[in-house]
């Protein structure tokens, strides 16, 4: 069964360090989404894409965060200047078109020292 | 604002019991809504999907819609320690194209 990708696994960083975090959503989905969940708290949604441009963002995702889809098959969540708060695990996930559900990646745990 | 409210538990049920998992919700523009299980570390892995008030079964697993009273529920029958994990409700609107989760609900199926 395809699945979505998510890379790598684990990030440390330093605080104010840049990461990018990749995705591979699944090949024939249209939507993109990434979402973070801090340790013990709910699912949150950061932004969702769609046609090459972000169609929404929630309150979190500021000048900090930008994402990018560079080829055919890549999405990416950059994070700049990263904060002791950024601490979580981020998922991408993915889905296709109409009311078909967001199928989720295993996540990158994201670490900021 | 869209919310999502969910008995955090944990729901403590034996096995071969069944596991009563309830939803509920503000926006009345929501329009699909899923339910997802995660383990711990692990992330979100759909269970059921319900567009429509009533019933929709899969397997063990009935998902119930009542969009009048803004409610939603899973029922798992004859549950496993298997599904030991947190459920999630999340509901998608189509106008803002995101998933609201609720704090979701730890479930713990004794043996």
């Known amino acids: 069964e395809p699945e979505v990708t998510q890379t790598p696994s684990h990030q440390v960083t330093q605080m104010g360090q840049e990461v990018i975090l990749r995705c591979v959503p699944i090949s024939n989905h249209l939507y993109f989404y990434w979402y973070r969940q801090i340790l013990g708290q709910k699912v949150e949604f950061l932004v969702s894409f769609y046609n090459n441009e972000i169609s929404e963002k929630s309150e979190i995702f500021d000048d900090q965060f930008s994402v990018e889809r560079p080829d055919g098959s890549n999405f990416t969540l950059k994070i700049r200047s990263t904060k002791l708060e950024d601490s979580a695990m981020y998922f991408c996930?993915?889905?296709?078109?109409?009311?078909?559900?967001?199928?989720f990646g295993d996540g990158t745990r994201l670490s900021i020292l | 604002q869209k919310e999502v409210e969910q008995n955090s538990g944990p729901l403590s049920v034996p096995e071969g019991a069944i596991a009563s998992l309830n939803c509920t919700y503000s926006?009345?523009?929501?329009?699909?809504f899923f339910w997802y299980r995660q383990y711990s570390g692990k992330s979100p892995e759909l269970i059921m999907s319900?567009?429509?008030?009533g019933d929709k079964e899969d397997g063990r697993f009935t998902a119930q819609l009542n969009k009048a009273s803004q409610y939603v529920s899973l029922l798992i029958r004859d549950s496993q320690p298997s599904d030991s994990a947190t459920y999630l409700c999340?509901?998608?609107?189509?106008?803002?194209?995101?998933?609201?989760f609720g704090g979701g609900t730890r479930l713990m199926v004794k043996p």
């Open positions: 926006d009345r523009g929501s329009q699909s």
């Open positions: 999340a509901l998608y609107h189509n106008a803002g194209n995101m998933l609201t």
């Open positions: 319900i567009y429509s008030n």
């Open positions: 996930a993915s889905r296709t078109e109409g009311n078909q559900p967001q199928h």
